[in-house]
């Protein structure tokens, strides 16, 4: 998206706002992680992705869900921001979450908590991981729970100490 390079948020939003009111599902998602990109290192007092990307977070369509946390995960990369934090968390541990949903999670909260070693977010992701099935550990998206709670300790890997003696159990 042109605006980013520009920082023309609420441009950039204008041009995808159509976007979300698609019946297409697929359509739909795109605009929400277009929402992600157009904000991606912008920090604006409306707080626009937050905004629009939340009512979406726990969503019934597993696209729309990842498509809003994979957004907010690219528009809060490296903020830490508890608020953004404490919407994600809880999909980590909803029933209803796929297996997709849940390692796009962890990834996106990897990337807003990123180098920050953040307990909760790091236990969360720790105990979904020994909540999983051993089918489950093997599918594909589970990839992205190592990878979200490895994107936390990046560049402290002396905090890490504890986590990984904890992983030799998974």
Known sequence: VSTQSTGDVDGGLTQIDKYLYSSE?????????ACGIVNSGVRNECDP????LADYVLHQSNNMRIGSIVGLGLAYAG????DVIEL??????????????????????????????????????????????????KDTHCKFLAL?????????QEE????IEALKVV
Not at 49 to 52: N, T
Not at 79 to 82: A, G
């Open 148 to 156: 979200g709670l490895a994107l936390t300790y990046l560049g402290k």
């Open 79 to 82: 903020s830490n921001r508890e």
């Open 25 to 33: 599902d697929y359509i739909k998602c795109g605009a929400l992680l």
């Open 49 to 52: 992705a937050l905004a629009l």
């Open 160 to 163: 890490a100490a504890l986590t």
């Open 88 to 137: 994600l968390l809880p999909v980590l541990t909803d029933s209803n979450s796929s297996m997709e949903v849940v390692g796009q999670t962890a990834l996106a909260l990897g990337m807003v908590a990123i180098a920050s070693s953040h307990g909760d977010v790091t236990s969360t992701i720790l105990q979904t991981m020994m909540d999983k099935s051993e089918s489950e550990l």
